[in-house]
Each structure stands twice: as C-alpha cells, then as structure tokens.
C-alpha cells in the first residue's frame, strides 16, 4: 500500500512539473515572439515608408522636398481619421492602453480585454465641414477567450465647386462624394499577458456619382502586458490598412472618341470606291475609358508602451507614448496621458491631454522654393485635450467621451463619442 500510495504521488508530482514546465515555456515563446515582433515590425515599417509615389514628378519638376508628405496621394485617406474620442484626447497615443470597443480602430487586440457586449457611436466633426461617422459592435463568445464585432465608417462630402487650374474659383457646377468602410474583428486572448486581433474590411470611395474604387484591407496587432513596481505596464503594435490598391472606374469617365483627322481629309460621307479607288470611308465615332492612377492605401505601422504612475482604489493615471511609421508622412510621435477618478462604485470621470508630433509641416514663412504658407501658425498641431463619463446602472454601462484636436492651419476637429455596455 505505501508503495502504490508513494507511486501515485510521484506520478502527480511528475505530472505537476510537467504542467509548470509546459506553460513556462510557453510563457517564454509568446515574450520570444513578442520581442522578435518589436525588432521585426520596425523593419516592416522602413519598408512601408519607402513605398514612394512614383507618379508624384509629373506633379512638381522639382522633385519632393526633403520631409514633405505624400498626403494626397494616396487612397482612402479618410481611413486616417481616429475614432473614439478617448484616444483622440489623449494625443492618439493609445495603441497600447486601449481596451474597449474602439480597439477597433487603434488596435483590434485591445478587444480582448473587452468583458461585455458593447456598441458604439463616433461622430466627427471634421474639417471643411466633412462628417465622418463610425458604429462598432462586439461581443465575448465561448469562455470570453474570443471576441468578435463589426464596424462601418461613412464619410460624407457635401456638395462643392468643380475648380480647374483655368478657374480655381469654379466653373459653375458642383459634385459630392463619399468614403465607406465595412468590416469585422476578432481578438483572441492567448494567455493571461498576451491577446492579438485582426480586422479585415472592404474599403469603397466615390465621387461625381459615377467614379469608384474599392480595395480590401486587413489591420492587425498584439498587445503583452504585464507589471513593473507592483504597476501595469503594456507594450503594443498594430499594422494599419495594408491591402489592395484603389483604381478609380466608373462610367463618368467613358467619353467619345472622333475619327483620326490625317491631313485633314477626312471624307464627309462613304464615296464609290468605283470611281475613286483612294477614297477613304468615314469612322463612325468610337467610345473609350480615360486611364487612372492606381493609389496605395495609408498603411502605418505602431509600436506603442503605456504605464500606470499611480493606482489606487478611486484613482488611476496612466501615461503613454507611440511611434508611428505611415507610408505617406514622415515618422510621427505620440504621447499622452488620462486621470480617471472613481466617485462612486458606479460613477467615474476622467481627464487626459496629449500630443502627436507630426514633421510633414513646415513652421517657417516659406518653402524651399520662396511659395509662402497660409493659414494659422501650425505650432500646436496635434495638441489634444478631452474627457469623459462613465455611468454603471445594473450591470450595463454607458459612457460619453469627448475630444478636441489641433490641426494647424487646418480647422480643429471635435469628437463625440457614445458607448454602451451591457
């Protein structure tokens, strides 16, 4: 009996080790692969930043200055505008903190965190009265481990002047246009440290009622957290719009297509080649589509670190800093922060501020080429503040955030955003 009793305790003491050995190493290939992820996504990101625009010299002779960007010229940018007002207001340095539905956007791994269903709305009052508008949803499934949602995003351009470098100040007809995306998201918690997620979406644009592309797109990204001095501590990255290619087509762009004039000769009608065997017959008119550019997407690559100075039963400060690496602007950095104090067990409020540093706009008079700027001194460029309430009433959630940000010589942009929990 002590036998079989001491044999069936070295058994479970084996299989004891085993268990500890396995999910050791386990624990040790994810932060392996999150680390050989930190060096890997920075070589990914040179090679999106090198994606240069190679029709960009038949716009300007003189090349492109050194630090310009290639805003403009690329596809879809309207997959740049932030969403969710919390991120905004924090100085968009907020890949690594986020954790709710707006994950979506910044970085689908932060669903993972996500413990309820949730929907949101982000209204966006954006420049020259352009609104952009943004409804998510997503829900835990199975043991929580999996997260799924979807989302669209509408922009809507009101009506405007066609100009023409003959007359910028219009022809006297207009046009609208639109920009949508459509998609779904999953995050998948691997272990207690580690969650990553993904979106795929279909992105459309058009414009003049009959002109369009679409392109399919994917976002994906990985958040490890875990803790230093007794305090939270994140590190993150996420890859942003790399997909497919837009090329405008549409039947706007059909035009007809005269008989070639050689010389001048070209018959009025069909003549009797009887009595004139060098008579030439008339072309009947032809029809043919004008040729487009085909435009990249906005691709950028994150990495991003957040950590809590202080946590304490009503009080929360975190601070965050990103890097970005976009394919059409220079490197970009952000930084931010967020107070959240807890009034009741079920009312909390929050503050946050923060900076985005962008190098793809000039602070001085004048370009290289003696062209003056205009508009408002774009020293504040990317200064942002906001807040936000939160409101528990039996178990379901709502919260409001609002954000404010500095565009430059560009009007500021106001956010609003309206999440429920439940």
Known sequence: MMTAYSENFLSLETKWRLFMFTKTATRALIILGVLVS??????????????????????????????????????????????????????????????????????????????????????VDYTLDLTYSYAAAAVPIGDG??????????????????????????????????????GGSFAYTFSDRFVAGMNLKYVHQDMF??????????????????????????????????????????????????????????????????????????????????????YRLPTVVKLALSYNLLTSEKTNWLVSTELWRNSNTPISYATGTEINYNFTPFMSAAFRAGWLIQSDEYTRSADDFGYAYLGDNPTLRGLSIGGGVRRDIGGKAITFNYAYRNKGRLSADNFFTLSFGF
């Not at 997959?79 to 207001?89: D, Q, S, T, Y």
């Not at 999996?146 to 009101?158: I, K, M, N, Q, S």
């Open 38 to 123: 930190f060096v890997a996504v920075p070589l990914m990101a040179q090679g999106v930043t090198r994606q240069e625009y190679t029709g960009l010299d038949k716009y300007l002779s003189q090349g492109r200055p050194d630090n310009a960007s290639f805003v403009g010229v690329r596809a879809a940018e309207f997959l740049e505008i932030p969403v969710g007002a919390r991120g905004i207001g924090m100085g968009s340095a907020y890949s690594a903190v986020t954790d709710g539905i707006s994950s979506m956007w910044w970085n689908p791994a932060g669903l993972g965190f996500l413990q309820q269903k949730e929907v949101m709305l982000t209204v």
């Open 145 to 182: 481990n999996l997260v799924v949602g979807g989302f669209f995003g509408y922009l809507d351009v009101p009506e405007m002047e066609i100009t023409t470098f003959n007359s910028p100040q219009g022809i006297g007809r207009t046009f609208n246009a639109y920009d949508f995306q459509a």
């Open 209 to 294: 009622g009959n002109v369009g592309g679409s392109a399919f797109a994917i976002d994906a990204g990985a958040i490890y957290h875990t803790e230093l001095a007794d305090r939270e501590i994140r590190f993150a990255f996420a890859i942003q719009n790399l997909g497919t290619n837009i090329t405008m087509s549409g039947p706007n762009l059909l035009y007809e297509v005269g008989p070639e004039d050689i010389g001048g000769n070209i018959p009025s009608g069909y003549v009797d080649y009887s009595t004139d065997p060098n008579a030439l017959p008339r072309r009947e008119n032809r029809w043919a589509y004008r040729q487009t550019h085909t």
